[in-house]
């Protein structure tokens, strides 16, 4: 979903609901003051659901995910087994995760996997956020971030290391120059041909919006009709 129709879409909604009387004092307030803001999700990822192509899994949850390599270095891993008799991890809500098999790969060798792009051309400036969950538990393995700007990769810091021995949430603010509409997102996995592997879930992107004075103040004026907000 674009980021400013979900954001437009929630300030047509918050205004919707009112009645005449509370929307006038509103919308006075609001375009006065054009504070008040929405956070909102941009793009999100369970790993609940994979798909095997070409012999190589992927996620298949309606994001198209990428992979660098055709085999199977990233996997899905679940509570019920784990790949190359590799331990489970615990900790967590939910069933499935994105893992990196390091015994599968040589010691020294990165693999990485990457999200579809995403829109952040419209967020409120150096309000962009990535959140997601870890885990890692012993060796020299670790993961890299690194953000897609339009034009080039940049590793984020800090690099994940091991020391994880159950999934934790992890934050990655996204600034300038990644407000872009075609942000991307790579988890480059570091191997150590050890006997542990890397988890990641819940993957969420996530940003305020405007204010909705912003919006309404760029309308036509209907707002019966969210086709003529601003963006």
Same mark, same amino acid.
């Given at each position: ?117 995403? *829109?952040?051309?419209?967020? !409120? ?7 997601? +969950? =870890?885990?890692? @538990?012993? %060796?020299?393995? &670790? ?57 990641? *879930?819940?993957?969420?992107? !996530? ?7 912003? +919006? =309404?103040?760029? @309308?036509? %004026?209907?707002? &019966? ?7």
């Amino acid at each position: 979903m674009k980021t400013n129709f979900t954001c437009r879409f929630y300030a047509y909604s918050f205004l919707k609901t009112r009645s005449a009387v509370s929307l006038f004092i509103a919308l006075v307030a609001l375009v006065v003051a054009g504070q008040v803001t929405a956070q909102t999700t941009l793009f999100y990822e369970s790993f609940e659901n994979w798909s095997t192509a070409s012999g190589y899994e992927l996620p298949n949850n309606g994001n198209v995910w990428t992979a660098e390599s055709t085999v199977n270095f990233w996997m899905e891993g679940d509570n019920i087994y784990s790949n190359a008799g590799q331990p489970n991890y615990s900790g967590h809500c939910c069933g499935g995760w994105a893992e990196f098999d390091t015994y599968w790969t040589n010691s020294g060798q990165d693999w990485y996997i990457q999200t579809p792009t995403i *829109d952040l051309s419209n967020i !409120s400036s150096g309000t962009g956020q990535l959140t997601f +969950y =870890y885990a890692n @538990s012993n %060796g020299s393995d &670790n993961l890299t971030i690194q953000f897609y700007n339009g034009t080039s990769w940049v590793n984020q810091t800090p690099v994940l290391p091991s020391g994880y021995s159950t999934f934790t949430l992890r934050t990655y603010n996204i600034t300038s120059p990644f407000e872009t509409s075609n942000f991307k997102i790579r988890f480059l996995g570091y191997s150590d041909y050890g006997t542990s592997n890397i988890g990641v *879930d819940e993957v969420t992107v !996530s940003a305020t919006c405007p204010s909705f004075a912003t +919006y =309404y103040s760029k @309308s036509t %004026g209907n707002l &019966n009709d969210l086709s003529t907000w601003g963006s």
